[in-house]
């Protein structure tokens, strides 16, 4: 007890010191236990270091644009495809799905992953990337381990649903899912938030999935299976290709890369998505409120943006680069937020991309939006459930095209997972016998 005291004082945290001592019990240990998970000297740190830092630090004054090219136009891109293939066969391949938010901004009170877009199967996000998995695992002979990163906010909820739901046919034993860590908010003048006897914990950034992936003992599972590559995403976009061989092939076949990442072209200069740049001759991503307007206006002679390197938060890392970031100090970025009704408190995170320059080249794998990248984040508006619905509608629809069906005009298809994983094994036959089983149609809104 006087060892934490000594520590709360030394860090600046007298009041927290002498509400502690107030305590005794159960609420006591749970302070205890709460402030024992904490590092004090780095949030002092924190505190007095980036309370003072401006947005344009992040950015530094040589920035430029990091160029790529759309894979699927590359010669190499069969090859690269029947590599991820080999390996994915080899069971060299895992999943890893950062799915720690909550579908608030949805209106929606649970774990996104839970959430139900309202395509005509009413399948949700979780169901959706289940059945994708296990249609390229049974094409490629063999089993795929899926990391699920939760948050202290949605776990329970979230393992719950998925043994509801009888991990959607998944075998239990390819599933792990771990929490992500937390860090205390801090209020405006630096002591730390405290909500009913307990501390304001709040998730670390999906920059702290490297430290929660080694303790939780999930990457040491992963080695032991001979796993060699991640693939990593985000919970809601509803049009992740999960585990893309292609995409694995190719860095694969690179060698030098610890890392690769999925790059879209920007649907304009507002577009609220991080850039793919190089800084000090490194590769990384600028968030779109870091990027000066300068930067995010600049156009090339032809007209096109110049910094054009959308990021869908779609990476794959070698197992090596991910021991690397075990224990790598990522850099930690604030924000200005309301904690426990107390406006403007400091919370810290670390971003995801910030290992990108660690790690040294990165791999930029340009992908079609309308193809792959459909995010779920607000109710209404852009980037909303009915988008990502008439985005799969009209994807699916032409998967059918392709496999020379005549679809109805106007008419918008949804093809199971469980059916086709990207468009492959559909014909007339295949569409005549699963029309209004696993291929259903709706109408456009």
């Known amino acids: ?145 899926w990391c699920i990163m939760t948050s202290p906010l949605n776990h329970e909820a979230t393992v719950n649903f998925f043994t509801e739901h009888r991990f959607f046919g998944y075998a239990r034993e390819n599933i792990r899912f771990f929490d992500q860590g937390t860090i205390c908010a801090l209020t405006p003048d630096g002591h730390a938030v405290v909500d009913n006897d307990r501390l304001a914990l709040v998730p670390d950034g999906n920059g702290g999935c490297f430290r929660a992936l080694a303790q939780s003992g999930t990457l040491a599972w992963l080695i032991e299976r001979g796993v060699r590559y991640v693939f990593l995403y985000s919970v809601d976009n509803a049009l992740c290709r999960i585990c893309d061989p292609a995409f694995i092939g190719a860095l694969a076949s690179e060698g030098r890369s610890m890392s690769a990442s999925k790059v879209v072209h920007k649907a304009g200069p507002n577009e609220n998505v991080g850039i793919f740049a190089l800084q000090n001759n490194k590769p990384g991503v600028v968030e779109y409120s870091d990027l000066p307007e300068s930067y995010r206006d600049m156009t090339n002679a032809d007209g096109s943006l110049t910094f054009d390197g959308g990021n869908i938060a779609i990476h794959l890392f070698k197992i090596e680069g991910l021991r690397k970031l075990q224990t790598s100090k990522l850099p930690w970025h604030t924000a200005r937020k309301t904690v426990c009704g107390i406006e403007k408190c400091w919370k810290f995170e670390q971003f995801l991309f910030d290992a990108f320059p660690q790690l040294g080249t990165m791999m930029p794998f340009g992908v079609i939006r309308e193809e792959e990248f459909s995010p779920v984040k607000n109710a209404d508006g852009n980037d909303s459930p009915k988008t990502a619905r008439e985005m799969i509608g009209r994807l699916h629809r032409e998967w059918l095209r392709k496999a020379h069906v005549e679809v109805k005009p106007g008419k918008l298809y949804e093809v199971s997972p469980t059916l086709s994983y990207a468009g492959e094994g559909l014909s007339r036959r295949v569409f005549e016998r699963e029309l209004g089983r696993n291929i259903l149609e709706f109408d456009a809104e």
Not at 42 to 61: F, G, M, Q, W
């Open 1 to 145: 007890m006087s060892n934490i005291i000594e520590t709360l004082n030394a860090a600046g945290q007298q009041d927290l010191a002498a509400r502690l001592e107030t305590l005794e019990g159960d609420a006591r240990a749970k302070l205890e236990r709460d402030i024992l998970s904490q590092d004090w000297e780095e949030l002092r740190a924190l505190y007095t270091e980036k309370s003072t830092t401006s947005l344009e630090d992040n950015v530094s004054a040589d920035l430029k644009p990091m160029p790529f090219k759309i894979a699927a136009d590359d010669l190499r891109y069969a090859f690269w495809k029947e590599t991820g293939e080999i390996l994915l066969g080899k069971g060299q391949v895992a999943a890893f799905l950062v799915a720690g938010g909550q579908g608030s901004r949805l209106g929606f009170d649970g774990p996104k992953g839970m959430f139900d877009i309202g395509l005509p199967s009413h399948k949700s996000l979780f169901q959706l990337q289940a059945e994708r998995l296990q249609n390229l695992a049974a094409q490629v002979g063999h089993a795929i381990p």
